[in-house]
């Protein structure tokens, strides 16, 4: 079936590195993309989106690389620091407006 | 997000109790939705509302009913309580008019023994 998936479970990252999150998708059909992150015991929180139509969109210490020819999803962080540390998950849109999740990658930074 | 509440926080209920999760939201926001999370297994949707009038199943609604009693509320039962229905349940908002972001509640907690 179509889903969407990252590629790592866990990401470790020295505090003041760039952090790359990465996210593999199948559904071709998507054209809107979102990153979450969820701290503990929190719900996620939105960080950045994509439309289809564009390959990079910058946030704060944020950016968000979209490839659909291969249909890649990355988010990266600039500068990572402890409150970074979380679950990140990468989000596209199904049918009827529903978004399918990723499993997530539990990024922690090492002071 | 302050904006979509949650009660209760934590839930400890028996096999076999009816219990219910409440969602509300200020956001002022068309669709609601219900999701669970469990361990790797990311966010799975249970049930969404695109308005007061519209109720529709997720992926996974088995177990579970819903009730969108006003624009604001969304409301999600469990009929009788099972253990692998132990997760994190969370609340989601989207306005029609921006996009497909959804805004999470803080979630809620259930223990089913």
């Known amino acids: 079936g179509e889903s969407v998936g990252l590629h790592l479970p866990t990401l470790s990252v020295q505090e003041g590195d760039n952090s790359i999150i990465n996210c593999a998708y199948s559904?071709?059909?998507?054209?809107?993309f979102i990153w979450y992150k969820q701290e503990s015991g929190k719900g996620p929180q939105f960080i950045i989106d994509?439309?289809?139509?564009?390959d990079k969109r910058q946030g704060q210490r944020v950016t968000v690389l979209l490839n659909k020819t291969v249909k890649h999803l990355s988010l990266q962080i600039a500068a990572t620091q402890p409150g970074d540390s979380a679950v990140y998950f990468c989000?596209?849109?199904?049918?009827?407006?529903?978004?399918?999740f990723g499993a997530g990658t539990t990024v922690t930074v090492r002071a | 997000d302050a904006d979509v509440t949650q009660t209760p926080r934590n839930r400890i209920t028996k096999t076999g109790k009816r219990i219910m999760l409440e969602c509300s939201q200020t956001?002022?926001?068309?669709?609601m939705y219900w999701y669970r999370q469990d361990p790797g297994l990311g966010l799975r949707l249970i049930y969404y509302?695109?308005?007061?009038?519209?109720?529709n199943k997720g992926e996974i609604s088995d177990g579970y009913s819903v009730s969108r009693q006003a624009q604001a509320k969304f409301s999600l039962s469990l009929e009788s309580a099972i253990p692998n229905q132990t997760a994190l349940y969370f609340c989601?908002?989207?306005?029609?008019?921006?996009?497909?972001?959804?805004?999470f509640g803080p979630g809620t907690r259930l223990l089913v023994l």
């Open positions: 989601a908002t989207s306005d029609r008019t921006a996009q497909e972001t959804q805004y």
């Open positions: 559904n071709s059909a998507s054209d809107y």
């Open positions: 994509i439309r289809s139509n564009m």
């Open positions: 989000a596209e849109n199904g049918d009827d407006y529903k978004l399918s």
């Open positions: 956001k002022g926001h068309d669709r």
């Open positions: 509302s695109f308005d007061v009038k519209d109720i």
